[in-house]
C-alpha cells in the first residue's frame, strides 16, 4: 500500500507540474509574434501534453483506484473524499481543455489575449491546494 500511495503522490506531482507548466507556455505562445516561435511552442505544449501529462494523470488515476479498493467502504462514505474525487474531476476537466486550447493555437484561431491565460494559469493553483488541505486535514 506505501508504494503505491509513493506512486500516487509522484505521478501527482507530476501531472500538476505540466498542468502549470502548459498555461505558462500559452501566455508565451500567445505572446509570440513571429511563425517559428509559434510553430516551436505548437510542438513544446504537445509534448508537454503527451509525454507527461497525460501518462502521469493515468498513473494518478490507476494508483487512487488500487488505494480505493483498499478501504473501498470508508472512501465512499467521506465527504473529503467525494469532494477530493470531485475536484480531480474538475482537473481532469481543465485538462482536457488545455488541449482544446492547444488546438486553437496550432491553428492560429480563437487565441485569447496572453492575460487570459496568465488567469488561466492560476485556477489549477486554487484546485491543488482544495485537493491536499481535503486530503491532510478531512474537515468532512
Known amino acids: 500500500?506505501?508504494?503505491?500511495?509513493?506512486?500516487?503522490?509522484?505521478?501527482?506531482?507530476?501531472?500538476?507540474?505540466?498542468i502549470?507548466?502548459?498555461?505558462?507556455?500559452?501566455?508565451?505562445?500567445?505572446?509570440?509574434?513571429?511563425t517559428?516561435?509559434?510553430d516551436r511552442f505548437v510542438v513544446m505544449e504537445e509534448k508537454l501534453y503527451r509525454?507527461?501529462?497525460t501518462p502521469s494523470a493515468f498513473v494518478t488515476i490507476a494508483c487512487g483506484i488500487a488505494l480505493v479498493t483498499i478501504d473501498t467502504q470508508f472512501y465512499l462514505s467521506s465527504t473529503w473524499f467525494l469532494l477530493?474525487?470531485?475536484?480531480v474531476a474538475l482537473v481532469l476537466v481543465y485538462q482536457v481543455y488545455c488541449k482544446i486550447l492547444m488546438r486553437?493555437?496550432?491553428?492560429?484561431?480563437?487565441i485569447k489575449s496572453h492575460k487570459y491565460y496568465r488567469v488561466f494559469n492560476e485556477v489549477p493553483v486554487l484546485m491543488l491546494i482544495s485537493i491536499i488541505i481535503l486530503v491532510v486535514v478531512k474537515p468532512f
Do not use: E, N
Request: glycine residues 6%; aromatic residues 20%.
Open 104 to 110: 486553437q493555437f496550432a491553428t492560429r484561431s480563437g
Open 36 to 38: 517559428l516561435g509559434q
Open 84 to 87: 477530493k474525487i470531485f475536484l
Open 20 to 34: 502549470f507548466y502548459l498555461p505558462r507556455l500559452f501566455v508565451y505562445h500567445a505572446q509570440a509574434s513571429d
Open 1 to 18: 500500500m506505501l508504494w503505491i500511495k509513493a506512486f500516487h503522490i509522484i505521478s501527482m506531482i507530476t501531472w500538476f507540474a505540466g
Open 51 to 53: 509525454i507527461i501529462m
